[in-house]
Protein backbone atom coordinates (compact mmCIF):
# COMPACT_ATOMS: atom_id res chain seq x y z
CA UNK A 1 0.00 0.00 0.00
CA UNK A 2 2.45 2.26 0.77
CA UNK A 3 4.46 1.93 -2.67
CA UNK A 4 1.02 2.12 -4.78
CA UNK A 5 0.47 5.65 -2.12
CA UNK A 6 4.22 6.61 -3.61
CA UNK A 7 3.59 5.76 -6.75
CA UNK A 8 0.56 7.81 -7.20
CA UNK A 9 2.20 10.50 -5.21
CA UNK A 10 4.93 10.66 -7.84
CA UNK A 11 2.43 10.32 -11.17
CA UNK A 12 0.14 13.42 -9.62
CA UNK A 13 3.26 15.65 -8.73
CA UNK A 14 4.52 14.61 -12.78
CA UNK A 15 0.92 15.86 -13.29
CA UNK A 16 1.19 19.08 -11.50
CA UNK A 17 4.33 19.78 -12.83
CA UNK A 18 3.44 19.43 -16.11
CA UNK A 19 -0.13 20.69 -16.43
CA UNK A 20 1.00 24.10 -15.66
CA UNK A 21 3.67 24.37 -19.08
CA UNK A 22 2.04 24.95 -22.17
CA UNK A 23 3.58 24.63 -25.39
CA UNK A 24 2.40 27.43 -27.99
CA UNK A 25 2.66 26.92 -31.31
CA UNK A 26 3.05 30.42 -32.98
CA UNK A 27 0.14 31.17 -35.17
CA UNK A 28 -1.21 28.09 -34.73
CA UNK A 29 -1.11 25.44 -38.44
CA UNK A 30 -0.64 28.70 -40.46
CA UNK A 31 3.51 29.40 -38.16
CA UNK A 32 5.47 32.22 -38.16
CA UNK A 33 4.63 33.70 -41.36
CA UNK A 34 4.04 36.84 -43.21
CA UNK A 35 0.43 35.68 -43.69
CA UNK A 36 -0.89 34.77 -40.20
CA UNK A 37 -2.15 37.39 -38.36
CA UNK A 38 -0.22 37.12 -35.31
CA UNK A 39 -1.72 40.30 -34.09
CA UNK A 40 -4.95 38.46 -33.06
CA UNK A 41 -3.41 35.17 -32.55
CA UNK A 42 -1.97 35.21 -29.06
CA UNK A 43 -5.30 37.80 -28.02
CA UNK A 44 -7.03 35.04 -26.40
CA UNK A 45 -4.04 33.45 -24.70
CA UNK A 46 -2.78 33.95 -21.40
CA UNK A 47 1.24 33.21 -20.96
CA UNK A 48 2.93 31.90 -17.97
CA UNK A 49 6.37 30.90 -17.08
CA UNK A 50 7.19 27.90 -17.88
CA UNK A 51 5.12 28.16 -21.12
CA UNK A 52 6.89 27.82 -24.46
CA UNK A 53 6.70 29.29 -27.71
CA UNK A 54 7.38 27.27 -30.68
CA UNK A 55 7.77 28.98 -34.09
CA UNK A 56 7.48 27.13 -36.59
CA UNK A 57 8.50 28.56 -39.93
CA UNK A 58 10.17 28.49 -43.52
CA UNK A 59 13.85 28.95 -44.88
CA UNK A 60 12.81 32.89 -45.64
CA UNK A 61 12.21 34.20 -42.08
CA UNK A 62 14.05 34.15 -38.64
CA UNK A 63 13.00 34.63 -35.31
CA UNK A 64 14.38 37.64 -33.59
CA UNK A 65 13.85 38.41 -30.04
CA UNK A 66 14.24 42.12 -29.67
CA UNK A 67 14.09 45.02 -27.20
CA UNK A 68 10.51 47.19 -27.64
CA UNK A 69 11.92 50.27 -29.15
CA UNK A 70 13.39 47.60 -32.10
CA UNK A 71 9.72 46.03 -31.86
CA UNK A 72 8.36 48.94 -32.39
CA UNK A 73 10.65 50.22 -35.11
CA UNK A 74 10.70 46.78 -36.51
CA UNK A 75 14.81 47.61 -36.22
CA UNK A 76 16.71 44.16 -36.57
CA UNK A 77 20.23 45.50 -35.98
CA UNK A 78 20.55 45.08 -32.08
CA UNK A 79 18.65 41.50 -31.63
CA UNK A 80 19.33 39.68 -28.41
CA UNK A 81 18.80 36.57 -29.86
CA UNK A 82 18.73 35.41 -33.30
CA UNK A 83 17.00 31.94 -34.93
CA UNK A 84 16.98 30.26 -37.72
CA UNK A 85 16.80 26.59 -38.36
CA UNK A 86 12.87 26.22 -38.96
CA UNK A 87 11.95 25.24 -35.87
CA UNK A 88 12.41 27.43 -32.61
CA UNK A 89 11.45 27.03 -29.09
CA UNK A 90 11.26 29.69 -26.91
CA UNK A 91 11.40 29.52 -23.43
CA UNK A 92 9.22 32.08 -21.33
CA UNK A 93 11.47 31.45 -18.36
CA UNK A 94 10.65 35.15 -16.46
CA UNK A 95 7.21 37.11 -16.23
CA UNK A 96 7.50 40.40 -18.34
CA UNK A 97 7.39 41.56 -22.07
CA UNK A 98 8.82 39.39 -25.13
CA UNK A 99 9.60 40.78 -28.34
CA UNK A 100 9.90 38.83 -31.74
CA UNK A 101 9.91 39.87 -34.91
CA UNK A 102 11.14 38.39 -38.08
CA UNK A 103 14.74 39.55 -39.17
CA UNK A 104 13.57 40.61 -42.42
CA UNK A 105 12.60 43.60 -42.07
CA UNK A 106 9.74 44.26 -44.93
CA UNK A 107 8.17 40.82 -43.18
CA UNK A 108 8.46 42.48 -39.68
CA UNK A 109 7.15 45.75 -41.20
CA UNK A 110 4.44 43.64 -43.17
CA UNK A 111 3.45 42.62 -39.54
CA UNK A 112 5.53 39.67 -38.98
CA UNK A 113 5.90 40.26 -35.41
CA UNK A 114 4.84 39.01 -31.67
CA UNK A 115 4.17 40.38 -28.27
CA UNK A 116 3.83 38.41 -25.29
CA UNK A 117 3.04 39.21 -21.96
CA UNK A 118 4.34 36.74 -19.90
CA UNK A 119 2.90 36.34 -15.98
CA UNK A 120 4.30 34.54 -13.20
CA UNK A 121 2.98 31.69 -12.62
CA UNK A 122 1.51 31.86 -9.70
CA UNK A 123 -2.33 31.87 -10.87
CA UNK A 124 -2.05 28.51 -12.87
CA UNK A 125 -1.18 26.59 -9.74
CA UNK A 126 -4.77 26.34 -8.89
CA UNK A 127 -6.36 24.87 -11.70
CA UNK A 128 -4.00 21.93 -11.81
CA UNK A 129 -5.88 20.17 -8.55
CA UNK A 130 -8.78 19.51 -11.25
CA UNK A 131 -6.20 16.93 -13.07
CA UNK A 132 -4.92 15.52 -10.37
CA UNK A 133 -7.75 13.54 -8.81
CA UNK A 134 -8.96 13.23 -11.63
CA UNK A 135 -5.75 11.09 -12.50
CA UNK A 136 -5.71 9.22 -9.30
CA UNK A 137 -9.62 7.97 -10.33
CA UNK A 138 -7.84 7.02 -14.15
CA UNK A 139 -5.10 4.42 -12.95
CA UNK A 140 -4.97 1.27 -12.77
CA UNK A 141 -5.69 -0.79 -9.33
CA UNK A 142 -1.89 -3.06 -8.57
CA UNK A 143 -3.74 -6.42 -9.67
CA UNK A 144 -3.52 -5.16 -13.48
CA UNK A 145 0.02 -4.07 -13.10
CA UNK A 146 1.12 -6.71 -16.05
CA UNK A 147 -1.15 -3.64 -18.58
CA UNK A 148 0.39 -0.35 -16.30
CA UNK A 149 2.60 1.06 -19.12
CA UNK A 150 0.21 1.03 -21.89
CA UNK A 151 -2.51 1.35 -19.60
CA UNK A 152 -0.93 4.53 -18.24
CA UNK A 153 0.09 5.81 -21.30
CA UNK A 154 -2.54 5.95 -22.94
CA UNK A 155 -5.06 7.50 -20.12
CA UNK A 156 -3.10 10.29 -19.73
CA UNK A 157 -2.13 11.22 -23.26
CA UNK A 158 -6.33 11.39 -23.66
CA UNK A 159 -6.38 13.52 -21.01
CA UNK A 160 -3.68 15.51 -21.38
CA UNK A 161 -3.44 16.10 -25.67
CA UNK A 162 -0.42 14.92 -27.48
CA UNK A 163 1.51 18.27 -27.17
CA UNK A 164 2.23 16.46 -23.51
CA UNK A 165 4.68 14.40 -24.58
CA UNK A 166 7.32 14.87 -21.62
CA UNK A 167 3.93 13.67 -19.24
CA UNK A 168 3.33 10.42 -21.20
CA UNK A 169 7.39 10.19 -21.08
CA UNK A 170 7.30 10.65 -17.00
CA UNK A 171 3.84 8.73 -16.92
CA UNK A 172 5.79 5.36 -18.45
CA UNK A 173 8.79 6.27 -15.65
CA UNK A 174 6.81 6.09 -13.03
CA UNK A 175 5.17 3.01 -13.96
CA UNK A 176 8.32 1.46 -15.09
CA UNK A 177 10.13 2.31 -11.38
CA UNK A 178 7.01 0.94 -9.71
CA UNK A 179 6.96 -2.32 -11.55
CA UNK A 180 10.64 -2.68 -10.94
CA UNK A 181 10.35 -2.01 -7.27
CA UNK A 182 7.10 -4.51 -6.90
CU1 LIG B 1 10.02 36.82 -42.48
Redesign the pocket.
Known amino acids: MAKLLMFLTFVILSFAFTCTAKVYTVGDSSG???STDLDSWDNDKRFVVGDVLLFQ?SS???VDEVRREDYQGCNTTNVLQSSSNGNTSVALTAPGDRYFV???K???LGG?KLHVIVESDQAAASPASAPQTESGGAFPTPSSKSNNPSAANSAMSIHAGPEYLFLAFMGFMATLSWVVWI
Do not use: A, K, R, S
Request: aromatic letters at 14%; hydrophobic letters at 30%.
Open positions: WDIYTHTCGNLHCM
